[in-house]
């Protein structure tokens, strides 16, 4: 099975702050790789899918990248509505697999 | 609008059977791929498997496959998870999606206790 390394697991962050997000993909995935947003009480949100593209709906200060296995999740200017769990998923090969999650909070 | 509406969730002893039930709707059913994801207490998210659009297909976690079957129908717009032999592990927020989940229901909660 494909391993997601997400890191960090906690981030502390100031409202107007920019963050990163990594996962690390421990074989080939291209660009299959989606990032999900879940606040408290609700269903996870597509984000971001292809590494780099943005979901319908998702505000311009989110972006994706991709530097070889590592994949980033970067959010520009945090918001406080921005504070959730963020998750990466892998669906280049079966079984998919998940990133272990990233708690976004306010420091 | 798109719409999945899980049910069938609640408290079930270990080893005992359980089938969810997930209605689609704001869509055409029979176009996409779906599947399910569980999502447990600790927040650890788990890909169970997917299932083609015409139902003639599916994929599972390896560790899942001989416990779990997901089921399709189309006329209904309904999509299931066959759970057999339910353990304490098991418990979990279960989640229906569309194709990579691009939607997400709402999530039905199945705790596994005795």
């Known amino acids: 099975d494909i391993q997601m390394t997400q890191s960090p697991s906690s981030l502390p962050a100031s409202l107007g702050d920019r963050v990163t997000i990594t996962c690390r993909a421990s074989q080939d995935i291209g660009n299959y790789l989606r990032w999900f947003q879940q606040k408290p009480g609700k269903s996870p949100r597509l984000m971001i899918y292809?590494?780099?593209n943005l979901a319908a709906g998702v505000p311009s200060r989110f972006s994706g990248s991709r530097s070889g296995s590592d994949y980033s999740l970067t959010i520009n200017s945090l918001e406080s509505e921005d504070m959730a769990i963020y998750y990466c998923l892998q669906h280049n090969e079966y079984p998919l697999t998940f990133g272990s999650g990233t708690k976004l909070e306010i420091k | 609008e798109v719409q999945l509406v899980e049910s069938g969730g609640g408290l079930v002893q270990p080893g005992a059977s359980l089938k969810l039930s997930c209605v689609a709707s704001?869509?055409?059913?029979?176009?996409?791929?779906m599947s399910w994801v569980r999502q447990t207490p600790g927040k650890t998210m788990e890909w169970i498997g997917d299932i083609k659009y015409d139902g003639s297909y599916t994929n599972y976690a390896p560790s899942l496959k001989n416990r779990f079957t997901i089921s399709r129908d189309n006329a209904k717009s309904t999509l299931y998870l066959q759970m057999s032999n339910v353990r304490s592990e098991d418990t979990a927020t279960y989640y229906c999606?569309?194709?990579?989940?691009?939607?997400w229901g709402q999530g039905v909660m199945v705790t596994v206790s005795s």
């Open positions: 999606t569309r194709a990579r989940m691009d939607y």
């Open positions: 704001g869509f055409t059913f029979s176009d996409y791929w």
């Open positions: 292809g590494a780099t």
